[in-house]
Protein backbone atom coordinates (compact mmCIF):
# COMPACT_ATOMS: atom_id res chain seq x y z
CA UNK A 1 0.00 0.00 0.00
CA UNK A 2 0.90 3.34 -0.73
CA UNK A 3 0.01 6.34 1.20
CA UNK A 4 -0.85 9.04 -1.02
CA UNK A 5 -2.15 11.72 1.89
CA UNK A 6 -2.70 11.75 5.54
CA UNK A 7 -5.13 14.93 6.93
CA UNK A 8 -6.17 15.66 10.33
CA UNK A 9 -9.78 15.90 10.92
CA UNK A 10 -11.73 15.90 13.94
CA UNK A 11 -8.30 14.85 16.10
CA UNK A 12 -8.16 11.82 14.14
CA UNK A 13 -6.45 10.97 10.54
CA UNK A 14 -7.97 10.69 6.98
CA UNK A 15 -5.96 8.72 4.81
CA UNK A 16 -5.55 7.64 1.35
CA UNK A 17 -4.04 4.90 0.03
CA UNK A 18 -3.43 3.14 -3.39
CA UNK A 19 -2.70 -0.35 -3.54
CA UNK A 20 -2.73 -3.48 -6.10
CA UNK A 21 -6.14 -5.25 -6.04
CA UNK A 22 -6.15 -8.98 -6.65
CA UNK A 23 -9.74 -8.94 -7.26
CA UNK A 24 -9.98 -5.98 -10.28
CA UNK A 25 -6.60 -6.26 -11.06
CA UNK A 26 -5.65 -2.31 -10.98
CA UNK A 27 -3.72 -0.14 -8.98
CA UNK A 28 -7.08 1.26 -6.51
CA UNK A 29 -7.08 3.89 -4.29
CA UNK A 30 -9.17 4.09 -1.24
CA UNK A 31 -9.75 6.45 2.10
CA UNK A 32 -10.18 5.22 5.19
CA UNK A 33 -10.61 7.88 8.41
CA UNK A 34 -9.26 6.62 12.11
CA UNK A 35 -10.95 8.48 14.52
CA UNK A 36 -8.90 9.64 17.76
CA UNK A 37 -9.66 6.21 19.13
CA UNK A 38 -7.55 4.72 17.21
CA UNK A 39 -4.88 5.70 18.54
CA UNK A 40 -5.30 3.48 22.14
CA UNK A 41 -7.81 1.10 20.94
CA UNK A 42 -8.94 -1.31 17.89
CA UNK A 43 -11.88 0.51 16.43
CA UNK A 44 -14.59 -0.88 14.70
CA UNK A 45 -15.71 -0.28 10.98
CA UNK A 46 -18.08 1.33 8.86
CA UNK A 47 -17.73 0.93 4.54
CA UNK A 48 -19.41 3.27 2.35
CA UNK A 49 -20.17 2.54 -0.80
CA UNK A 50 -20.53 5.77 -2.79
CA UNK A 51 -22.53 6.31 -6.25
CA UNK A 52 -22.52 6.75 -10.01
CA UNK A 53 -19.83 9.57 -10.78
CA UNK A 54 -17.89 9.52 -7.72
CA UNK A 55 -14.37 8.13 -6.27
CA UNK A 56 -13.50 8.43 -2.73
CA UNK A 57 -13.74 11.87 -1.87
CA UNK A 58 -17.18 12.68 -2.57
CA UNK A 59 -18.03 11.22 0.99
CA UNK A 60 -14.73 12.37 2.80
CA UNK A 61 -15.18 15.99 1.74
CA UNK A 62 -19.04 16.55 1.79
CA UNK A 63 -20.52 14.25 3.96
CA UNK A 64 -19.83 15.85 7.12
CA UNK A 65 -19.12 12.26 9.13
CA UNK A 66 -16.06 12.32 10.54
CA UNK A 67 -17.53 14.68 13.65
CA UNK A 68 -19.50 11.92 14.52
CA UNK A 69 -17.32 9.56 13.69
CA UNK A 70 -14.82 10.76 15.77
CA UNK A 71 -17.18 10.99 19.14
CA UNK A 72 -18.37 7.04 18.22
CA UNK A 73 -14.80 5.97 17.57
CA UNK A 74 -16.06 4.97 14.32
CA UNK A 75 -13.40 4.16 11.36
CA UNK A 76 -14.57 4.88 8.14
CA UNK A 77 -13.66 3.16 4.48
CA UNK A 78 -14.43 4.61 1.44
CA UNK A 79 -12.83 2.57 -2.17
CA UNK A 80 -13.77 3.51 -5.43
CA UNK A 81 -16.84 3.17 -7.48
CA UNK A 82 -15.03 0.91 -10.07
CA UNK A 83 -11.94 -0.29 -11.57
CA UNK A 84 -9.16 2.24 -13.27
CA UNK A 85 -6.78 2.10 -15.73
CA UNK A 86 -8.64 0.09 -18.38
CA UNK A 87 -9.75 1.16 -22.29
CA UNK A 88 -12.64 -1.17 -22.30
CA UNK A 89 -15.25 -0.41 -25.50
CA UNK A 90 -18.00 1.75 -23.91
CA UNK A 91 -16.14 2.23 -20.44
CA UNK A 92 -15.26 5.66 -20.22
CA UNK A 93 -18.73 6.84 -22.35
CA UNK A 94 -21.18 7.15 -20.00
CA UNK A 95 -21.69 8.51 -16.31
CA UNK A 96 -23.82 5.25 -15.88
CA UNK A 97 -22.29 2.46 -16.55
CA UNK A 98 -18.15 1.20 -16.94
CA UNK A 99 -15.69 3.24 -15.17
CA UNK A 100 -17.13 4.90 -11.55
CA UNK A 101 -20.38 3.32 -12.17
CA UNK A 102 -19.05 -1.15 -11.39
CA UNK A 103 -22.43 -1.46 -9.45
CA UNK A 104 -20.34 -3.35 -7.03
CA UNK A 105 -20.92 -6.71 -9.10
CA UNK A 106 -18.93 -9.29 -10.36
CA UNK A 107 -19.01 -9.21 -13.96
CA UNK A 108 -19.43 -12.43 -16.02
CA UNK A 109 -19.65 -10.37 -19.44
CA UNK A 110 -15.95 -10.03 -21.53
CA UNK A 111 -13.77 -7.89 -21.03
CA UNK A 112 -15.58 -6.76 -18.01
CA UNK A 113 -15.37 -10.31 -16.33
CA UNK A 114 -11.90 -9.75 -16.36
CA UNK A 115 -11.68 -6.37 -13.71
CA UNK A 116 -14.81 -5.59 -12.95
CA UNK A 117 -15.39 -7.49 -9.65
CA UNK A 118 -16.34 -4.77 -6.99
CA UNK A 119 -18.02 -7.22 -4.80
CA UNK A 120 -15.35 -9.37 -4.26
CA UNK A 121 -13.34 -6.30 -3.81
CA UNK A 122 -15.30 -4.66 -1.69
CA UNK A 123 -16.74 -7.94 0.39
CA UNK A 124 -13.46 -9.54 0.56
CA UNK A 125 -10.29 -8.01 -0.37
CA UNK A 126 -10.60 -4.66 1.30
CA UNK A 127 -11.74 -6.14 4.38
CA UNK A 128 -8.84 -8.42 4.74
CA UNK A 129 -6.23 -5.42 3.72
CA UNK A 130 -8.23 -3.25 6.00
CA UNK A 131 -7.94 -5.68 8.97
CA UNK A 132 -4.48 -6.44 8.61
CA UNK A 133 -3.27 -3.05 8.46
CA UNK A 134 -4.91 -0.63 10.33
CA UNK A 135 -6.01 -0.39 14.61
CA UNK A 136 -9.68 -2.12 13.67
CA UNK A 137 -11.57 -5.05 14.53
CA UNK A 138 -13.49 -7.74 13.16
CA UNK A 139 -16.94 -5.60 13.10
CA UNK A 140 -17.91 -4.43 10.03
CA UNK A 141 -20.88 -2.55 8.96
CA UNK A 142 -21.64 -1.24 5.69
CA UNK A 143 -23.51 1.93 4.19
CA UNK A 144 -23.81 3.69 0.68
CA UNK A 145 -25.52 6.17 -1.83
CA UNK A 146 -27.80 5.26 -4.64
CA UNK A 147 -25.59 2.95 -6.62
CA UNK A 148 -23.55 2.53 -3.04
CA UNK A 149 -27.04 2.25 -1.26
CA UNK A 150 -27.77 -0.80 -3.41
CA UNK A 151 -24.08 -2.26 -3.11
CA UNK A 152 -24.40 -2.16 0.67
CA UNK A 153 -27.80 -4.01 0.93
CA UNK A 154 -26.67 -6.91 -1.54
CA UNK A 155 -23.01 -6.92 0.51
CA UNK A 156 -25.21 -7.51 3.38
CA UNK A 157 -28.17 -9.65 2.03
CA UNK A 158 -25.09 -12.23 0.46
CA UNK A 159 -23.37 -12.57 3.60
CA UNK A 160 -24.88 -13.31 6.84
CA UNK A 161 -23.04 -12.51 9.41
CA UNK A 162 -20.51 -10.21 8.20
CA UNK A 163 -21.71 -7.22 8.67
CA UNK A 164 -23.05 -5.94 11.85
CA UNK A 165 -25.60 -3.54 10.55
CA UNK A 166 -26.36 -1.75 6.78
CA UNK A 167 -27.79 1.28 6.23
CA UNK A 168 -28.56 3.12 2.66
CA UNK A 169 -29.02 6.73 1.48
CA UNK A 170 -31.58 7.02 -1.44
CA UNK A 171 -30.48 3.22 -2.83
CA UNK A 172 -31.35 2.03 -6.44
CA UNK A 173 -33.35 -1.27 -4.51
CA UNK A 174 -34.49 -2.68 -7.58
CA UNK A 175 -31.72 -2.65 -10.23
CA UNK A 176 -33.11 -5.05 -12.14
CA UNK A 177 -36.29 -3.23 -12.55
CA UNK A 178 -35.16 0.32 -13.47
CA UNK A 179 -32.90 1.70 -16.40
CA UNK A 180 -30.23 2.18 -14.62
CA UNK A 181 -29.65 -0.99 -12.69
CA UNK A 182 -30.80 -2.39 -16.52
CA UNK A 183 -28.52 -0.96 -18.38
CA UNK A 184 -25.56 -1.51 -16.29
CA UNK A 185 -26.53 -5.46 -15.58
CA UNK A 186 -26.81 -6.22 -19.31
CA UNK A 187 -23.33 -4.55 -19.85
CA UNK A 188 -21.74 -6.07 -16.89
CA UNK A 189 -24.07 -9.99 -16.66
CA UNK A 190 -25.38 -10.16 -20.15
CA UNK A 191 -28.64 -10.08 -21.48
CA UNK A 192 -30.16 -13.28 -19.45
CA UNK A 193 -32.18 -11.92 -16.87
CA UNK A 194 -32.48 -14.94 -14.69
CA UNK A 195 -28.27 -14.62 -13.41
CA UNK A 196 -29.19 -10.89 -12.51
CA UNK A 197 -31.56 -11.96 -9.38
CA UNK A 198 -28.89 -12.83 -7.19
CA UNK A 199 -27.80 -9.00 -7.63
CA UNK A 200 -30.75 -7.05 -6.76
CA UNK A 201 -31.70 -6.35 -2.81
CA UNK A 202 -35.19 -6.63 -3.71
CA UNK A 203 -35.18 -9.95 -4.82
CA UNK A 204 -33.01 -11.00 -2.20
CA UNK A 205 -35.11 -10.33 0.60
CA UNK A 206 -37.18 -13.46 0.52
CA UNK A 207 -34.32 -15.60 0.96
CA UNK A 208 -32.07 -14.00 3.24
CA UNK A 209 -31.38 -16.33 5.76
CA UNK A 210 -29.98 -13.44 8.50
CA UNK A 211 -33.08 -10.66 8.96
CA UNK A 212 -30.83 -7.92 9.59
CA UNK A 213 -32.78 -4.41 9.89
CA UNK A 214 -32.65 -2.16 7.00
CA UNK A 215 -32.46 1.35 7.50
CA UNK A 216 -32.82 3.77 4.95
CA UNK A 217 -33.49 7.32 4.19
CA UNK A 218 -34.49 8.73 0.56
CA UNK A 219 -35.61 12.19 0.17
CA UNK A 220 -39.30 12.89 -1.33
CA UNK A 221 -37.97 15.83 -4.08
CA UNK A 222 -35.03 13.25 -5.40
CA UNK A 223 -35.00 13.72 -9.32
CA UNK A 224 -34.47 9.91 -9.41
CA UNK A 225 -36.85 8.80 -6.97
CA UNK A 226 -39.71 7.39 -9.09
CA UNK A 227 -37.81 6.28 -12.36
CA UNK A 228 -34.62 4.94 -10.49
CA UNK A 229 -34.73 4.13 -6.94
CA UNK A 230 -38.62 2.75 -6.14
CA UNK A 231 -38.03 2.21 -2.62
CA UNK A 232 -41.81 0.78 -2.20
CA UNK A 233 -40.27 -2.29 -4.02
CA UNK A 234 -38.04 -3.21 -1.46
CA UNK A 235 -40.76 -2.34 1.35
CA UNK A 236 -43.03 -4.61 -0.25
CA UNK A 237 -40.43 -7.38 -0.22
CA UNK A 238 -39.33 -6.78 3.25
CA UNK A 239 -43.56 -6.38 4.66
CA UNK A 240 -44.16 -9.76 2.63
CA UNK A 241 -40.66 -11.31 3.78
CA UNK A 242 -41.49 -10.13 7.65
CA UNK A 243 -37.94 -8.67 7.11
CA UNK A 244 -37.82 -5.62 9.63
CA UNK A 245 -37.14 -2.42 7.46
CA UNK A 246 -36.88 1.50 8.32
CA UNK A 247 -37.53 3.46 5.43
CA UNK A 248 -37.43 7.36 6.57
CA UNK A 249 -39.15 9.23 3.61
CA UNK A 250 -37.35 12.63 4.00
CA UNK A 251 -39.92 15.61 2.81
CA UNK A 252 -37.71 18.32 0.81
CA UNK A 253 -34.31 16.93 0.14
CA UNK A 254 -32.79 16.16 -3.17
CA UNK A 255 -30.51 13.21 -4.17
CA UNK A 256 -26.80 15.28 -3.28
CA UNK A 257 -24.53 15.06 -0.31
CA UNK A 258 -26.48 18.00 1.00
CA UNK A 259 -29.25 15.30 1.96
CA UNK A 260 -26.93 13.15 3.04
CA UNK A 261 -24.84 15.31 5.55
CA UNK A 262 -27.98 16.19 7.28
CA UNK A 263 -28.85 12.26 8.49
CA UNK A 264 -25.76 10.99 8.52
CA UNK A 265 -24.98 11.49 12.33
CA UNK A 266 -28.34 9.35 12.35
CA UNK A 267 -26.62 6.47 10.27
CA UNK A 268 -23.54 6.44 11.90
CA UNK A 269 -25.25 6.16 15.62
CA UNK A 270 -27.42 2.96 13.83
CA UNK A 271 -23.92 1.36 13.38
CA UNK A 272 -22.19 2.21 16.30
CA UNK A 273 -25.13 0.17 18.14
CA UNK A 274 -24.90 -2.37 16.65
CA UNK A 275 -21.23 -2.80 16.05
CA UNK A 276 -20.09 -2.31 19.81
CA UNK B 1 -31.66 37.67 -9.21
CA UNK B 2 -32.08 34.65 -10.44
CA UNK B 3 -32.57 31.61 -8.20
CA UNK B 4 -29.88 29.13 -9.67
CA UNK B 5 -30.74 26.07 -6.94
CA UNK B 6 -32.28 25.65 -4.01
CA UNK B 7 -31.49 22.18 -2.10
CA UNK B 8 -32.72 21.25 1.64
CA UNK B 9 -30.41 20.91 4.17
CA UNK B 10 -30.45 20.29 7.86
CA UNK B 11 -33.96 21.16 7.96
CA UNK B 12 -33.42 24.71 6.10
CA UNK B 13 -32.31 25.73 2.72
CA UNK B 14 -29.17 26.20 0.49
CA UNK B 15 -29.89 28.68 -2.39
CA UNK B 16 -27.66 30.12 -4.79
CA UNK B 17 -28.54 33.32 -6.66
CA UNK B 18 -27.05 34.96 -10.02
CA UNK B 19 -27.19 38.72 -9.78
CA UNK B 20 -25.87 41.84 -11.79
CA UNK B 21 -23.23 43.47 -9.35
CA UNK B 22 -23.08 47.50 -9.48
CA UNK B 23 -19.41 47.21 -7.29
CA UNK B 24 -17.91 44.94 -10.05
CA UNK B 25 -19.94 45.11 -13.24
CA UNK B 26 -20.53 41.67 -13.83
CA UNK B 27 -23.11 38.66 -12.70
CA UNK B 28 -21.97 37.22 -9.67
CA UNK B 29 -23.41 34.65 -8.28
CA UNK B 30 -23.74 33.95 -4.01
CA UNK B 31 -25.27 31.53 -1.86
CA UNK B 32 -27.25 31.71 1.12
CA UNK B 33 -28.01 29.23 3.61
CA UNK B 34 -31.36 29.84 5.27
CA UNK B 35 -31.87 27.86 8.79
CA UNK B 36 -35.26 26.57 9.61
CA UNK B 37 -35.79 29.53 11.95
CA UNK B 38 -35.71 31.89 8.94
CA UNK B 39 -39.24 30.43 8.20
CA UNK B 40 -40.98 31.98 11.03
CA UNK B 41 -38.34 34.65 11.92
CA UNK B 42 -35.53 37.00 10.93
CA UNK B 43 -32.30 35.38 11.55
CA UNK B 44 -28.58 37.10 11.55
CA UNK B 45 -25.90 36.93 9.02
CA UNK B 46 -22.50 35.18 8.68
CA UNK B 47 -20.45 36.26 5.85
CA UNK B 48 -17.70 34.08 5.01
CA UNK B 49 -14.95 34.77 2.42
CA UNK B 50 -13.67 31.77 0.58
CA UNK B 51 -9.70 31.73 -0.29
CA UNK B 52 -7.69 31.50 -3.21
CA UNK B 53 -9.26 29.06 -6.42
CA UNK B 54 -12.64 29.24 -4.63
CA UNK B 55 -16.17 30.09 -5.24
CA UNK B 56 -19.06 30.17 -2.80
CA UNK B 57 -19.48 25.96 -3.51
CA UNK B 58 -16.42 25.11 -1.45
CA UNK B 59 -17.76 26.16 1.81
CA UNK B 60 -21.26 25.19 1.57
CA UNK B 61 -19.96 21.49 0.12
CA UNK B 62 -16.92 21.22 2.29
CA UNK B 63 -17.10 23.08 5.98
CA UNK B 64 -20.22 20.84 7.46
CA UNK B 65 -21.16 24.26 8.48
CA UNK B 66 -24.98 23.76 8.43
CA UNK B 67 -25.65 21.43 11.11
CA UNK B 68 -24.84 23.48 14.02
CA UNK B 69 -25.99 26.95 11.60
CA UNK B 70 -29.40 25.30 11.74
CA UNK B 71 -29.36 24.95 15.22
CA UNK B 72 -28.10 28.03 16.45
CA UNK B 73 -30.66 29.94 13.94
CA UNK B 74 -28.00 32.02 11.60
CA UNK B 75 -27.89 32.52 7.90
CA UNK B 76 -24.79 32.04 6.26
CA UNK B 77 -23.49 34.17 3.07
CA UNK B 78 -21.01 32.97 0.57
CA UNK B 79 -19.88 35.05 -2.57
CA UNK B 80 -17.97 34.36 -5.09
CA UNK B 81 -13.93 35.29 -4.09
CA UNK B 82 -13.39 37.97 -7.68
CA UNK B 83 -15.52 39.35 -10.24
CA UNK B 84 -15.95 36.66 -12.89
CA UNK B 85 -16.53 37.66 -17.10
CA UNK B 86 -13.70 39.49 -18.07
CA UNK B 87 -10.49 38.72 -19.63
CA UNK B 88 -7.81 41.27 -18.59
CA UNK B 89 -4.00 40.40 -19.24
CA UNK B 90 -2.81 37.76 -16.42
CA UNK B 91 -6.15 37.59 -15.25
CA UNK B 92 -7.04 33.83 -15.90
CA UNK B 93 -3.32 32.63 -16.03
CA UNK B 94 -2.30 31.99 -12.19
CA UNK B 95 -4.02 30.36 -9.02
CA UNK B 96 -2.77 33.91 -7.01
CA UNK B 97 -4.19 36.60 -9.06
CA UNK B 98 -6.69 37.54 -11.09
CA UNK B 99 -9.76 35.57 -11.23
CA UNK B 100 -10.50 33.56 -7.94
CA UNK B 101 -8.06 35.86 -6.77
CA UNK B 102 -9.53 38.90 -5.91
CA UNK B 103 -7.94 39.57 -2.35
CA UNK B 104 -11.02 41.89 -1.24
CA UNK B 105 -9.66 44.92 -2.11
CA UNK B 106 -10.82 48.06 -4.16
CA UNK B 107 -8.08 47.50 -6.97
CA UNK B 108 -7.33 50.43 -8.18
CA UNK B 109 -4.85 49.78 -11.42
CA UNK B 110 -5.90 50.04 -14.50
CA UNK B 111 -7.81 47.67 -16.32
CA UNK B 112 -8.82 45.52 -12.97
CA UNK B 113 -9.93 49.29 -11.36
CA UNK B 114 -12.95 48.82 -13.60
CA UNK B 115 -14.60 45.86 -11.85
CA UNK B 116 -12.10 44.29 -9.02
CA UNK B 117 -14.20 46.04 -6.18
CA UNK B 118 -14.42 43.06 -4.56
CA UNK B 119 -13.90 45.14 -0.97
CA UNK B 120 -17.46 47.63 -2.01
CA UNK B 121 -19.46 44.32 -3.26
CA UNK B 122 -18.65 42.42 0.14
CA UNK B 123 -18.92 45.06 2.57
CA UNK B 124 -21.86 47.28 0.65
CA UNK B 125 -23.30 45.50 -2.46
CA UNK B 126 -23.97 42.14 -0.57
CA UNK B 127 -25.11 42.74 2.45
CA UNK B 128 -27.90 45.40 0.72
CA UNK B 129 -28.69 42.94 -1.53
CA UNK B 130 -28.88 40.11 1.04
CA UNK B 131 -30.98 42.33 3.84
CA UNK B 132 -33.36 43.81 1.32
CA UNK B 133 -34.56 39.99 -0.16
CA UNK B 134 -34.59 37.78 3.10
CA UNK B 135 -35.39 36.98 6.32
CA UNK B 136 -32.55 38.57 7.98
CA UNK B 137 -31.49 41.29 10.72
CA UNK B 138 -29.15 43.79 10.17
CA UNK B 139 -26.52 42.00 12.51
CA UNK B 140 -23.40 40.89 10.37
CA UNK B 141 -20.45 39.11 11.25
CA UNK B 142 -17.89 37.82 9.40
CA UNK B 143 -15.48 35.46 9.21
CA UNK B 144 -13.76 33.38 5.96
CA UNK B 145 -10.25 31.24 5.27
CA UNK B 146 -6.57 32.02 4.08
CA UNK B 147 -7.43 35.07 1.38
CA UNK B 148 -10.56 35.05 2.78
CA UNK B 149 -9.82 35.13 6.34
CA UNK B 150 -7.45 38.08 5.64
CA UNK B 151 -10.73 39.19 4.12
CA UNK B 152 -12.91 39.44 7.00
CA UNK B 153 -9.65 40.75 9.21
CA UNK B 154 -10.51 43.94 6.62
CA UNK B 155 -13.72 44.19 6.67
CA UNK B 156 -14.34 44.41 10.14
CA UNK B 157 -11.39 46.42 11.01
CA UNK B 158 -12.17 48.89 8.41
CA UNK B 159 -15.85 49.15 9.05
CA UNK B 160 -15.80 49.51 13.22
CA UNK B 161 -19.47 48.78 14.03
CA UNK B 162 -20.45 47.25 10.95
CA UNK B 163 -19.70 43.56 12.13
CA UNK B 164 -20.66 42.33 15.45
CA UNK B 165 -17.65 39.48 15.41
CA UNK B 166 -14.87 38.25 13.22
CA UNK B 167 -12.92 35.39 13.04
CA UNK B 168 -10.81 33.37 10.48
CA UNK B 169 -8.76 30.27 9.42
CA UNK B 170 -5.44 30.44 8.49
CA UNK B 171 -5.70 34.25 7.60
CA UNK B 172 -2.75 35.80 5.35
CA UNK B 173 -2.69 38.11 8.33
CA UNK B 174 0.22 40.53 6.50
CA UNK B 175 0.02 40.31 2.92
CA UNK B 176 2.14 43.24 2.28
CA UNK B 177 4.91 41.03 3.61
CA UNK B 178 4.34 38.20 2.10
CA UNK B 179 4.35 36.37 -2.02
CA UNK B 180 0.76 35.92 -1.98
CA UNK B 181 0.03 39.82 -0.96
CA UNK B 182 2.77 41.51 -2.68
CA UNK B 183 1.37 39.69 -6.16
CA UNK B 184 -2.20 40.67 -5.86
CA UNK B 185 -1.50 44.24 -3.95
CA UNK B 186 1.17 44.94 -7.02
CA UNK B 187 -1.26 43.80 -9.62
CA UNK B 188 -4.03 45.31 -8.05
CA UNK B 189 -2.55 48.46 -6.19
CA UNK B 190 0.48 49.29 -8.09
CA UNK B 191 3.61 49.94 -7.03
CA UNK B 192 3.37 52.01 -4.56
CA UNK B 193 3.55 50.29 -1.75
CA UNK B 194 2.49 53.41 0.87
CA UNK B 195 -0.86 52.70 -0.56
CA UNK B 196 -0.74 49.17 0.55
CA UNK B 197 -0.95 50.08 3.75
CA UNK B 198 -4.77 50.37 4.21
CA UNK B 199 -5.51 46.67 3.23
CA UNK B 200 -3.06 45.13 5.38
CA UNK B 201 -4.76 43.53 8.63
CA UNK B 202 -1.81 43.67 10.55
CA UNK B 203 -0.87 47.47 10.27
CA UNK B 204 -4.33 48.50 10.55
CA UNK B 205 -4.88 47.41 14.47
CA UNK B 206 -2.91 50.02 15.33
CA UNK B 207 -5.44 52.82 14.65
CA UNK B 208 -8.40 50.35 14.52
CA UNK B 209 -10.77 52.74 16.31
CA UNK B 210 -12.94 49.49 17.87
CA UNK B 211 -11.55 46.49 19.77
CA UNK B 212 -13.33 44.08 18.57
CA UNK B 213 -11.87 40.33 19.32
CA UNK B 214 -9.78 38.65 16.42
CA UNK B 215 -10.89 35.01 16.77
CA UNK B 216 -8.61 32.87 14.77
CA UNK B 217 -7.65 28.81 14.24
CA UNK B 218 -4.07 28.23 12.47
CA UNK B 219 -3.07 24.70 11.95
CA UNK B 220 0.41 23.95 12.52
CA UNK B 221 0.82 21.82 9.97
CA UNK B 222 -0.34 24.33 7.20
CA UNK B 223 1.95 24.24 4.70
CA UNK B 224 1.93 28.04 3.84
CA UNK B 225 2.42 28.74 7.49
CA UNK B 226 5.59 30.52 7.48
CA UNK B 227 5.96 31.85 3.95
CA UNK B 228 2.40 33.02 3.40
CA UNK B 229 0.29 32.87 6.56
CA UNK B 230 2.78 33.96 9.56
CA UNK B 231 0.34 34.84 12.48
CA UNK B 232 2.57 35.87 14.14
CA UNK B 233 3.05 39.81 12.72
CA UNK B 234 -0.19 39.81 14.03
CA UNK B 235 -0.45 38.33 17.36
CA UNK B 236 2.38 41.48 17.83
CA UNK B 237 0.60 43.99 16.43
CA UNK B 238 -2.28 43.14 18.63
CA UNK B 239 -0.11 42.62 21.65
CA UNK B 240 1.59 46.40 20.81
CA UNK B 241 -2.08 47.79 20.53
CA UNK B 242 -4.03 45.58 23.31
CA UNK B 243 -6.15 44.70 20.58
CA UNK B 244 -7.73 41.62 21.56
CA UNK B 245 -7.12 38.23 20.19
CA UNK B 246 -7.27 34.66 20.38
CA UNK B 247 -5.12 32.69 17.98
CA UNK B 248 -5.59 29.02 18.63
CA UNK B 249 -2.64 27.31 16.84
CA UNK B 250 -3.78 23.61 16.28
CA UNK B 251 -1.35 20.39 15.80
CA UNK B 252 -1.33 18.40 12.98
CA UNK B 253 -4.04 20.49 10.96
CA UNK B 254 -3.47 21.80 7.24
CA UNK B 255 -5.06 24.31 5.07
CA UNK B 256 -7.51 21.96 3.99
CA UNK B 257 -11.44 22.37 4.35
CA UNK B 258 -10.77 19.24 6.69
CA UNK B 259 -8.95 21.64 9.17
CA UNK B 260 -12.13 24.30 8.90
CA UNK B 261 -14.80 21.60 9.34
CA UNK B 262 -12.71 20.78 12.40
CA UNK B 263 -13.26 23.40 14.15
CA UNK B 264 -16.42 25.13 12.12
CA UNK B 265 -18.92 24.92 15.08
CA UNK B 266 -16.50 26.76 17.81
CA UNK B 267 -16.39 29.90 15.04
CA UNK B 268 -20.58 29.52 14.17
CA UNK B 269 -21.33 29.49 18.19
CA UNK B 270 -18.77 32.82 18.49
CA UNK B 271 -20.62 34.76 16.02
CA UNK B 272 -24.12 33.46 17.59
CA UNK B 273 -23.15 34.83 20.94
CA UNK B 274 -21.68 38.43 19.26
CA UNK B 275 -25.08 38.28 17.18
CA UNK B 276 -27.51 37.39 19.88
Redesign the interface.
Known amino acids: MELLSS?????GW?KRYKHESLSVKSDMTFAIYLPPQAETQKVPVLYWLSGLTCNDENFT??A?A??KAAELGLAIVCPDTSPRGTDYPNEHESYDFGSAAGFYVNATVEPYSNTYRMYDYVVQELPHLVEANFPVTDKRSISGHSMGGHGALICALKNPGKYQSVSAFAPIVNPTNCPWGEKAFTGYLGEDKATWNEWDATLLIESASERLPLFIDQ?E?DNFLVEQLKPEALEVACEKAGHPITLRRQP???H????I??FI?DHLEHHSRALS
Chains 1, 2 share one sequence.
Open positions: TKSFGLQKGFRGAGYDSYYFASD
